[in-house]
T-cell receptor, first 113, second 116 residues
Framework: GENVEQHPSTLSVQEGDSAVIKCTYS??????FPWYKQELGKGPQLIID?????GEKKDQRIAVTLNKTAKHFSLHITETQPEDSAVYFC????????????FGRGTSLIVHP | KAGVTQTPRYLIKTRGQQVTLSCSPI?????VSWYQQTPGQGLQFLFE???????NKGNFPGRFSGRQFSNSRSEMNVSTLELGDSALYLC???????????????FGSGTRLTVV
């Protein structure tokens, strides 16, 4: 089955810095890669996603990149703010199969004011 | 519109007991998936229900079970609780799993289960 590795497990940055979270996947059939943000006391919320026919996608201060050949994808947050502090999860799933996503273990992002 | 509602928010149970958790999906969503979240393992898939039928099952022992009602509300049950079952249990709804390709899941806030 699919295996998703996520790094780092903890990331501490100063407000205004950039943050990068990286994930690798094992199943070449995976073609959908969502990112979720989980704030304290809440469930994960989809913040951005990317499909295998796209190499990069941006939404204001966040962007995702995908390298299908290397089987890795990354989340980039620029100009970080304290409200970006949360746990971020990457995931991978494949259409045509069960669609069940496999999640990474999460990255705790701490943005210091 | 209302989001995914999970009840109760917190539970404390003793080893050996059983527990039932409830999830009400977004109106119109027919697929309900359950996940166990622990600090060490992240989000682990338990099972998925669609139109009252279990369609997908993760790698958990038979002590974990679930069901879905005709109104799409779902319950999960854990029998003979063990200390290792302490976790945040998350419910996620979608119109159908295939729709998660375009819209992802909508998660509830979870039920925090502590087994003592």
């Amino acid at each position: 089955g699919e295996n998703v590795e996520q790094h780092p497990s903890t990331l501490s940055v100063q407000e205004g810095d950039s943050a990068v979270i990286k994930c690798t996947y094992s199943d070449s059939a995976s073609n959908y890669f969502p990112w979720y943000k989980q704030e304290l006391g809440k469930g994960p919320q989809l913040i951005i996603d990317i499909r295998s026919n796209v190499g990069e996608k941006k939404d204001q201060r966040i962007a995702v990149t995908l390298n299908k050949t290397a089987k890795h994808f990354s989340l980039h947050i620029t100009e970080t703010q304290p409200e970006d502090s949360a746990v971020y999860f990457c995931a991978a799933s494949a259409t045509g199969g069960s669609y069940i996503p496999t999640f990474g273990r999460g990255t705790s992002l701490i943005v210091h004011p | 519109k209302a989001g995914v509602t999970q009840t109760p928010r917190y539970l404390i149970k003793t080893r050996g007991q059983q527990v039932t958790l409830s999830c009400s999906p977004i109106s119109g969503h027919r697929s309900v998936s359950w996940y166990q979240q622990t600090p060490g393992q992240g989000l682990q898939f338990l099972f998925e229900y669609f139109s009252e039928t279990q369609r997908n099952k993760g790698n958990f022992p038979g002590r974990f079970s679930g069901r879905q009602f005709s109104n799409s509300r779902s319950e999960m049950n854990v029998s003979t609780l063990e200390l290792g079952d302490s976790a945040l249990y998350l419910c996620a709804s979608s119109p159908d799993l295939s729709m998660t390709y375009n819209y992802g899941y909508t998660f509830g806030s979870g039920t925090r289960l502590t087994v003592v």
